[in-house]
């Protein structure tokens, strides 16, 4: 069976949509105010530590040389800000390596003068110590680096994983309000696919256009029931009246025709046109069907029991005798009956005139895929896709076909109603190849 390609449903793709438009509004929003915080909290961080080392300057100022070692001691021993003088050899690291700090520390310069000292560590003890003068006395005054930085990481990064996972649930719900009614609708186009056409649409809700759809579809829904039920009647009707004619033809055949080579081409063409009509009855059958487990290997063998002529057909049968399928019993021999039927019309060898067929099956997963194959030359890859076309005959002149061209449609549109699917192709060393695949039974 040919892949299929990977389809991103509808709610899908308006959540991921939603989704990103939404995380990308977070995430602008989280970098406009990072942006519009950055500056202020510098101005503000600068402003505080000016205001200490101004605290400081005057302190010292206003002591002589021994209280100035005492208040120095004193300071020392606070946890939040130190006081030490500055010596010489004093080894110091720069504060400013990033444009938080390098505002810092341009506004501690603009308001204690061009000559202050901003480091993140002296004698390697972190924090952030601003060098200043009085005098010609150098001192550093360290404070808490953290109570000066931008706005913790492990802060902000919360606060932007609870809008994401916000965004998340709300694109969801959206997603799901948005798609309901397609959802609706698409379930009710199924039904309508598999012959239910009954459709009972919210013709009350407040959007207008999906008021409008819902309305047009259950409209359409009433009017191919009505459709389907005159094609019934007249289909039924047409059978009935065609079918008496063709038996008094018979009748008149038998007992008039002397000649028996036209007797016996009369009544070819009256059998004919009664299995055309089977075909035609078949093809208008409703699409009610009764699904039950189905042994398959018994009802591929009963199926193929009709065509056993050695003269004409050879069936080949490998279907492991446990297989159960889901399917209506006499829906699923009818299909066989028309792929056998087909293979014998158009899948002679060139060589001996003789239908070879061959039925084999796979498991996958909860499916299982019956392949009928032929052994004849096959179909033109052009016309594959129209094999199951109503009424349509691929090269009948060669083939001397002389159905009514619904067999393969028949075919198609009863997997269909059983749930399942339908592929031709033709296989690699010639013939036609036919893939069922069929709900498998729960054992």
């Known amino acids: 069976m040919s892949k299929k390609l990977l389809a991103l449903s509808l709610f899908w793709r308006t959540f991921v949509l939603l989704a990103l438009l ?3 509004g977070v995430f602008a929003w989280t970098q406009t105010f990072r942006a519009l915080e950055f500056e202020p909290r510098a101005v503000q961080a600068a402003q505080q530590i000016a205001s200490l080392v101004n605290l400081a300057r005057s302190a010292l100022r206003s002591s002589d040389g021994i209280n100035r070692v005492a ?3 004193s300071m020392s021993n606070q946890a939040s800000v130190k006081l030490a003088p500055r010596e010489p050899q004093d080894k110091w690291v720069p504060y400013e390596v990033d444009r938080f700090s390098k505002a810092i520390g341009s506004g501690l310069r603009s308001q204690l003068g061009p000559d202050t000292l901003v480091a993140s560590s002296v004698n390697g003890v972190p924090g952030l110590w601003v060098g200043f003068s009085i005098e010609k006395d150098p001192y550093w005054l360290q404070t808490d680096r953290g109570s000066v930085g931008p706005m913790a990481i492990s802060t902000l990064s919360v606060w932007v994983g609870i ?4 965004t998340i649930l709300g694109s969801a719900t959206i997603a799901r309000l948005i798609n309901q009614p397609l959802r609706d609708l698409s379930f009710a186009a199924s039904r309508i696919r598999e012959g239910e056409f009954e459709s009972h649409l919210d013709e009350t809700t407040l959007t207008s256009e999906v008021r409008a759809v819902n309305m047009g579809f259950n409209r359409m829904a009433r009017e ?8 019934a009647v007249m289909l039924a009707g047409i059978s009935h009246d065609l079918r008496t004619p063709l038996a008094r033809l018979r009748l008149e055949a038998e007992m008039s025709v002397h000649d028996e080579e036209a007797k016996s081409n009369m009544a070819q063409d009256i059998e004919q046109l009664d299995a055309i009509i089977d075909k035609f009855m078949d093809y208008a ?14 009802l591929v063998e009963r199926e193929a029991a ?4 050695p003269s004409e057909i050879r069936i080949q049968i490998r279907v492991a005798p446990d297989i159960k399928v889901l399917a209506d019993p006499i829906e699923l021999g009818r299909v066989l009956q028309n792929l056998f039927e087909n ?10 005139g003789i239908t070879r067929v061959q039925v084999t099956y796979a498991r996958t997963g909860r499916w299982v895929i019956l392949s009928v194959r032929d052994f004849g030359s096959g179909v033109d890859p ?3 896709g129209q094999l199951t076309t109503p009424f349509f005959r691929g090269d009948a002149a060669r083939t001397a076909a002389t159905g009514a061209g619904l067999g393969l449609a028949i075919v198609e549109k009863s997997i269909q109603r059983m749930g399942g699917a339908f592929e031709l192709t033709n296989a690699n060393d010639g013939g036609l190849l036919i893939h069922l695949r069929l709900r498998r039974a729960p054992t």
């Open 22 to 24: 939404l995380a990308g």
């Open 71 to 73: 208040l120095i001691k």
């Open 163 to 166: 809008a994401l996972l916000a």
């Open 224 to 231: 191919l029931a009505k459709v389907e039920a005159d094609r």
């Open 285 to 298: 059958r409703p699409g009610d069907v009764k699904m039950v487990p189905v042994r398959l290997s018994d």
């Open 306 to 309: 009709a065509f056993r002529d």
């Open 343 to 352: 293979a014998r019309r158009y899948g002679r060898s060139e060589d001996t």
């Open 382 to 384: 052009e016309k594959l």
